[in-house]
């Protein structure tokens, strides 16, 4: 959300400039905030160019391809469209924005799963896989303190997408060379009322081996609590995805997102 305000206090600090120039101004803001993008355009659609000393432009858009939001993530394709924005300019030199009416965005992003892995492979990702406290038996009594080595997500035709990794226990005096483990998930991925992406229909296998359906479950329903979009809305930010789709290799999402106020400013 920083990054967005920043992009409306760019465009509309500078409204005196013809509109090929706030275009080429908004994207170089934008260049200047991600790590690299092999493209990235903005299009301000702003007329009559007056308006926006006003504080209103008809619509913004971005297009990325192949966009590095960090040295290890790359995103294949993002599309964003605004409706209709207002802020008051008033306020607009003291560094905030007030808008007068709720912001509304409709975005696509395409995100391939070798780019996943290639980021879960980073240095920094692979830190927070570290002394992992796991119960496998879903009993909540003895977990184990594991690493989760070699992760992988791979995306499968039918909404399905699966996880694999090796788990590999931490020594302990009991066993001192523990073997590790691997665990592959294959789920399908569903969205709920917009507001809710959801695991369904688990199946978890350990060395090849599938787990107990009710161990299954219990995993499931740990992970879609964390899948809850209604999360955002103590931020001030509705948002709702539209469209999840998987084909083999890729994920593409589609979904709108309205807010009322821009926080962390």
Known sequence: MELFAGLLTTVLGIAGAPGIAIDKIATDFLRGQIVRAD?????????????????????I???????????????????????????????????????RRPLQAAVRVVLRSEDINTALRSPTIQSSFKSLSIDITGTNRNPEIIDLIN?????????????????????????????????????????????KLQIVNPRIE????????KIAQAFAQGL?????????????????????EFTEGKMQVIGFAKMDTIPNQ
Not at 39 to 59: F, K, M, S, T
């Open 39 to 59: 493209v990235l355009e903005v299009r301000v659609d702003n007329a009559p160019n007056y308006q926006i000393l006003l504080g209103n432009v008809d619509r």
């Open 61 to 99: 858009r971005v297009a990325g391809r192949g966009v590095y939001v960090l040295d290890f993530l790359r995103i294949d394709q993002v599309d964003l469209e605004t409706d209709p924005i207002s802020i008051d300019p008033n306020v607009l030199q003291s560094g905030k924005i007030v808008l």
């Open 151 to 195: 992760p992988e997500v791979t995306f499968l035709e039918g909404d399905r997408i699966r996880l694999a990794a090796t788990l590999q226990s931490q020594p302990k005096p009991t066993q001192p060379k523990p073997s590790p483990l691997n665990v592959s998930v294959n789920a399908e991925l569903k969205t709920i009322g917009g507001t």
């Open 206 to 213: 350990l060395e090849g081996t599938p787990v107990p359906e």
């Open 224 to 244: 879609n609590k964390v899948l809850d979009l209604r999360q955002l809305e103590s931020k001030g930010i509705t948002a709702r995805v539209l469209k999840l």
